[in-house]
């Protein structure tokens, strides 16, 4: 039955009720007239006021089911659309905020890293992005990474360079999936690109669990989340405060959390930006400068052409016959 087909039948239910109670108080009015008490249907108009009320709950509660219903199935296909946020970095003379990426890295290698791989990240594109060399050199230095074969023809182990990729927390995607009831975390290194919304998305998703709205039930190992498509996600919410200390003094809450990982990931997704924006701004001051020189000399070697007159002059034999 539809949901609007249940607001006509509640709708009936508390008009006939509301008609129970008038006819009760009249009824009572017309006893109380002739015997001169009140109290003879004092029980009956009670009862229909509880009546009432419960017909105004159970109306009210099937109209929130039915508008929390019509709105799940409106964002349920591609999910809620992600609010514009005033990014550091998208306007056409700004730069990324480096001190967010070196926090948001922080943030992917304690919480994100359990989970999510960055393939395309070495170790190296951090240096002088967040990180100084010596920096960088010490944290890839922390990781075991397997190399080889040896002159022995066997596979060793060693401490972390430079020129290393991140290490994947999976060795393949079937243990991934075992590992997280079926679902396969993404690769993070191009996520930001690869979603519409970018990071917008990408924050409001880390930000936006919630309780599922009166009427959508969610199975067993999913969480709600209006802006992933479908409503459910099997990532769990691992952002909260205080989950990681910043070494800045940053107050780690889960907003500033989600805005750090995000221009982290950002980054990640198109670490040229910067560059590129450098190198327009200046292509287009060079543009600017050799188009007005070109209206200039266009002016000064046309402007004999266009201010010159043309006489004509007959010749003296023809000036003689006249």
């Known amino acids: 039955m539809s949901g609007a087909a249940w607001r006509r039948i509640a709708a009936r239910s508390s008009g006939a009720l509301r008609s129970a109670v008038n006819r009760s108080y009249s009824t009572s009015s017309q006893n109380a007239t002739s015997t001169g008490s009140s109290w003879t249907n004092v029980p009956t108009a009670i009862a229909a006021l509880v009546s009432a009320s419960l017909a105004g709950y159970v109306a009210s509660e099937v109209s929130e089911r039915t508008r929390s219903r019509t709105l799940y ?4 296909d591609e999910g809620l659309h992600p609010p514009h946020y005033p990014w550091s970095h998208s306007g056409p003379l700004s730069s990324f905020d480096h001190a967010s990426i070196r926090r948001g890295y922080k943030v992917y290698t304690e919480v994100c890293s359990a989970c999510h791989s960055l393939n395309l990240v070495h170790y190296r594109h951090l240096v002088g992005v967040a990180h100084t060399n010596d920096e960088m050199k010490e944290i890839a230095a922390e990781v075991d990474v397997e190399d080889g074969p040896n002159d ?3 596979m060793f182990t ?12 999976y060795p393949n995607e079937e243990a991934a999936r075992f590992g997280n009831n079926g679902a396969y975390p993404p690769d993070l290194s191009l996520i930001v690109k690869a979603r519409h919304g970018r990071e917008d998305y ?4 880390l930000t936006g669990y919630c309780d599922p709205p009166p009427g959508v039930e969610v199975r067993e190992g999913l969480h709600y989340n209006p802006y992933f498509p479908g409503g459910a996600i099997g990532m769990a919410r691992n952002l909260y405060d205080g989950v990681v200390e910043y070494e800045d003094g940053t107050p780690a809450t889960t907003a500033q959390m989600a ?3 995000t221009t982290f990931l950002t980054w990640a997704s198109e670490p ?13 001051s060079l543009l600017v400068v050799f188009g007005l020189l070109s209206v200039w000399l266009k002016k000064h070697k046309w402007s004999y052409l266009k201010t010159r007159k043309l ?10 016959n006249t």
């Open 73 to 76: 199935a409106e964002t349920a």
């Open 152 to 154: 022995q023809g066997e």
């Open 158 to 169: 060693r401490p972390g360079k430079l020129t290393d990729p991140h290490p994947a927390p």
């Open 202 to 205: 990408i924050f409001s998703l």
């Open 259 to 261: 805005k750090d990982v």
């Open 272 to 284: 040229e930006l910067d560059d590129r924006k450098r190198i327009g701004l200046k292509v287009t």
């Open 311 to 320: 006489a004509y002059s007959p010749p003296a034999s023809m000036r003689r």
